[in-house]
């Protein structure tokens, strides 16, 4: 796991998944978009008007912002559980 977690906390036992075909692990459950960050993947967009870096920001579904595509549908990161064997990619715009 991540050194940016809290360290001391119980959490779900981690499983697998893939992001940009990067294996990665994260606790089962947590959101997606957390697991992505503390394994560095801030930037999971490009804004379609600048082209500069978007990620989550709201945690709670109402921005977009976060928005990958999670085996193949388009999905807000910070309301999808990760579970074993996920494939995540950053949508392209």
Known sequence: ???RRIPGLARPAAVSFT?????LAAPAG???ATALACAGHA???ASPAAGT???AFC???SC???LVLVDGVPRQACLVPVRAGM???RVAL
């Open 87 to 89: 494939a995540v990619w």
């Open 19 to 23: 992001f940009e075909g990067e294996a």
């Open 59 to 61: 945690f709670m579904g």
């Open 53 to 55: 870096p978007r990620g």
């Open 30 to 32: 947590e959101p997606l």
């Open 43 to 45: 930037a999971l967009r």
């Open 64 to 66: 977009q912002e976060c």
């Open 1 to 3: 796991m991540s050194p």
